[in-house]
């Protein structure tokens, strides 16, 4: 490390001192906002006390992730948190495009592991006493994803973890570079809208939709704007909560998923706690959370897919860049028609 890196990053973590003790409950992500800087060059102030930073070798880390027993999976984007518990079981890491999946009934996770570049082990102390995780980030410093410990979770087993994963490099700083901006939409008289629309009638899976997306060349809310209306139905930006209510009212299972550049995560059951409280719209279950930041949310669509088991539902949300941050499906595997109380529930949503 030159001379002036330790310095800025001394200069950091002093400044990160002295707002923690004005702002004792803020956490560390936003702190880093306030502080201008991303939550990865933050958490990374702290490797040598409670903070060790990983080896890259993301992949055969997840093969090991199992061994810490019942954890709780952490995955957000700037609007919604969500938090599911289980185990990591089932790693499926050779996949095409360097994706890699849990497909299990707590952890399920679609992971796209060129967007995993900074991995730490951290300790932090809290009321409820250590709070120990493996903390993930993408190339800027952005956090990708999250797995903490809980109390009962084999701790011996996470200590192993941590020492099998150090990295030769505890230096306080993090090498990161800048994303690459995100393409803007190629204007819509470019697009053969006739030739999406007919492609989208002809859709046999949910999955061929995001191919139908790069063969047409066409953003996803774009897409929404010039399908069928038949097939998508803009509903209030906050029909989420109204959605939420009811399906724990009706006890109708649902499919909650939320992702970043890094990992979409999904909870797949019932919901049953809805709270509102200050600004927050949460799902507080035993083994799953949920968090949406009412003032973020910019949008939402009711939106209908054709597949061979028949029409598939979902609750698409956009925050207010017009970026999909959350969907919202009945209970459903391939092969099996969409259940009849998620398609009345969401004729209800759009009727109200």
Known sequence: MNTATEKTQTNLKERYIEFKKENPKVRIKDAA??????????LATSVGENVVKLKDNFKELLHDLHTLGYVMALTRNDEIVHERKGVYENAQTEMPHGMAL??????DLRIFTKCWHHGFAAEVENPRGTLRSIQIFDQDGTAVHKVYLTDKSDLSAYEKLVEKYKS?????TLEMTTKPEKKADRPDSEIDVEGFRKAWEEMKD???FFPMLGKFKVGRKQALRLADEKFVTEVPADSYKWLLEKASERQVPIMVFVGNDGIIQIHTGEVEK?????GWFNVLDEKFNLHINQEEIGSAY???????DGIVTSLELFNKKDKDIALFFGKRKPGIPEREDWRELIADLENR
Do not use: M
Request: glycine share 6%; net charge negative; proline share 6%.
């Open 33 to 42: 906002e306030k502080l201008g800087v991303s939550e990865g060059e933050l």
């Open 168 to 172: 030769e490099d505890q230096t306080t």
């Open 302 to 308: 009711v939106v209908r897919k054709p597949t061979e």
């Open 102 to 107: 849990f497909v299990n009934p707590d952890i």
């Open 206 to 208: 949910t999955h061929d």
């Open 274 to 278: 809805v709270v509102e409280a200050r």
